[in-house]
């Protein structure tokens, strides 16, 4: 069984910066591609980026692409999402995601097998 905790979430005015953490307990967390999802208030949890445990290959949301940068360390067994230029519109629960199934990137949240309990990002305008 395979824990994720998530941290690193507050409270920025717009343009500011946030670093999110993500620290698996599992042992092959190397083995894992990891993802971030974002969930607002009233709407659907949506993609937001994701690195494969392949190559280490990212992929974004159109939303945030040049602005977030996801990033893996393996041997803390932890994934990062670093915000920058932050907009009222991130405002959301961040949710880190993992499957060991796939060991490419994938947008797809039926893909991934484990999820922690999320971190609130709020953006002041």
């Known amino acids: 069984q395979v824990q994720l905790v998530e941290s690193g979430g507050g409270l920025v005015q717009a343009g500011g910066s946030l670093r999110l953490s993500c620290t698996s307990s599992?042992?092959?967390?190397?083995?894992?591609?990891m993802g971030w999802f974002r969930q607002a208030p009233g709407k659907q949890r949506e993609f937001v980026a994701t690195?494969?445990?392949?190559?280490?290959?990212?992929y974004y949301a159109d939303s945030v692409k040049g602005r977030f940068t996801i990033s893996r360390d393996n041997a803390k067994n932890t994934v990062y999402l670093q915000m920058n230029s932050l907009k009222p519109e991130d405002t959301a629960v961040y949710y880190c995601?993992?499957?060991?199934?796939?060991?490419?990137?994938?947008?797809?949240?039926?893909?991934?097998?484990?999820w922690g309990q999320g971190t609130q990002v709020t953006v002041s305008s």
């Open positions: 995601a993992a499957t060991s199934s796939l060991g490419i990137g994938t947008a797809s949240e039926n893909s991934y097998d484990y």
């Open positions: 599992g042992r092959t967390f190397n083995q894992y591609t």
């Open positions: 690195i494969s445990w392949i190559g280490g290959i990212t």
